[in-house]
């Protein structure tokens, strides 16, 4: 907080292309998390340097020191929760399964023999490799194949073409996308496999704790007066409840 007040810049590490949490349009980054990125950047009086970066530099790059905190949408999940410093979650990323429209897949069970896309190296991958696991438990064939995408709009326009079958990734993504595209795509459900922590956070380094006290007020402030949730309807069409304890497990930071 000292040295981004004094140096009067705060630079972020930002995956810009996660629409509708954040994304480009007319050449500036804009989208759900922008806007709470905004009262961020005013409650600390500064200037605001936003770089935009593949998603799979985004982790080690905040540890790094490239950046001083990670404003893009982040997975909660108990290894992350242990080398990361987790903000108070911003919306609830329950996992879901989404496929093409009139494909006909009514369960989970379903997917078997099914080639299924998620993005590499994010919270949803670990869901797929357990929801895989589960269906081969349950004495199923599992995946045919996992496709790793470095970006999930890569995933869904495989989706939309025909490469894969189904694309797993957080309900509120999901959601404004089939309500943006209903010919194209339709939710199959919740994938009931891997972390039960589903909400969707920013992060700080560990040793950061007095710049992730302050997101959180500004977050908790947005919460209470109304402001979060304007911004939910705004960007997702619905409301999400936003908990101010359980969403971290055991031994988080």
């Known amino acids: 907080m000292e040295k981004i007040r004094r140096a009067g810049t705060v630079t972020v590490g930002t995956e810009a292309a996660y629409p509708p949490f954040e994304f ?3 050449g500036k980054i804009v989208g759900y998390g922008s806007e709470i990125l905004a ?5 600390l009086g500064v200037r605001l340097n936003q770089l935009d970066l593949p998603w799979q530099g985004i982790l080690p790059g905040v540890l790094a020191g490239k950046f001083d905190f990670v404003a893009t949408t982040v997975g ?4 992350r929760a242990k080398r990361y410093a987790f903000t108070m979650p911003i919306a609830n990323g329950a996992p879901y399964a989404m496929q093409r429209k009139g494909a006909g897949m ?3 069970e379903d997917l078997n023999g099914k080639v299924v896309a998620t993005q ?3 919270s949803t991958e670990p869901v797929a490799r357990a929801m895989d696991a589960k269906l081969k438990a349950a004495g199923g064939k599992g995946f045919k194949d996992l496709r790793l995408f470095t970006a999930f709009t890569e995933s869904y326009v495989a989706l939309a073409s025909g490469e894969v ?10 959601a404004v996308l089939v309500k943006d595209k209903p010919q194209t795509f339709a939710l199959l459900g919740p994938v009931t496999a891997g972390s039960p922590y589903p909400f969707l956070a920013w992060v700080t380094r560990p ?4 710049l992730r ?5 500004v977050i908790r402030s947005m919460r209470d007066d109304g402001r979060l949730g304007a911004l939910q309807e705004k960007w997702f069409g619905f409301k999400m409840e936003i908990p101010d304890s359980g969403y971290l497990p055991p031994g988080a930071v």
């Open 120 to 122: 590499l190296a994010s």
């Open 39 to 43: 009262e961020v950047v005013k409650g």
């Open 106 to 108: 009514t369960t989970m």
């Open 213 to 217: 006290d302050f997101i959180n007020g």
């Open 76 to 79: 909660i999940n108990e290894e």
């Open 207 to 210: 040793t950061d704790l007095d």
């Open 24 to 26: 480009v349009k007319d």
């Open 165 to 174: 079958d189904a694309v797993i990734q957080s309900l509120p993504a999901l």
